[in-house]
């Protein structure tokens, strides 16, 4: 009888130490990302086919800076990993005033065509697709948007992001110009 005891009070020790210990607080990784489109590609081989998935994923920081990754292997987990990867070595930085872009934008990629246009405070993010998911994680709140054209998604976000990049850099409204060169106005005139 002693012995079975000692069986029962040792396997509770062991389950007390089987217990798992709280997981470390993974930290919140620098770039949100969207994966736009998971493909199933195939390449002829001489023995058949050979078969892979393609993974189209779309990072960004929503702070003005969004990339896109193309990326190829045996399976999605990879595919999407070497996407990502491909997207933070090409991150874009885009010009934002005030939660819109800075002026409106017509870009053409191979049959891809895309409008962006400045929306005032409160529209929102007016756009369809894969471009409405490249300017949420470029950080764009107000903007309408329309493609033209093409249905393919890789296209159409590499046209957005050529859009993006082809803002210019605008650091005053044209308001706070107009304000800017009236007090130059009035502080020579004061001067003399």
């Not at 969004?66 to 997207?87: I, S, T, Y």
């Not at 929306?119 to 950080?139: C, F, H, K, M, N």
Request: hydrophobic share 35%; charged share 35%; net charge positive.
């Amino acid at each position: 009888m002693p012995n079975k005891d000692f069986k029962e009070k040792d396997n509770k020790d062991n389950k007390d130490s089987r217990r798992r210990r709280p997981r470390p607080q993974r930290e919140k990784p620098e770039f949100d990302q969207s994966i736009v489109e998971i493909a199933r590609v195939t390449r002829v081989m001489a023995g058949g086919k050979r078969m892979s998935f393609r993974a189209c994923v779309v990072i960004g920081d929503r702070k003005g800076r969004v990339g896109l990754g193309l990326a190829k292997a045996k399976d999605v987990p990879m595919a999407v990993q070497k996407a990502v990867r491909q997207a933070e070595k090409a991150l874009l930085k885009i010009n934002l005033r005030d939660g819109t872009i800075t002026h409106q934008v017509y870009v053409k990629y191979g049959a891809a065509r895309i409008m962006l246009k400045p929306a005032p405070q409160g529209t929102g993010i007016i756009s369809g697709g894969a471009v409405r998911t490249v300017l949420e994680l470029a950080g764009v709140e107000n903007v309408v948007s329309k493609i033209f054209g093409s249905n393919n998604k890789v296209n159409n976000i590499r046209a957005a992001l050529l859009a993006l990049s082809k803002l210019k850099k605008n650091k005053y409204s044209k308001k706070d110009a107009k304000i800017e060169k009236k007090e130059e106005v009035v502080a020579h005139i004061t001067e003399e």
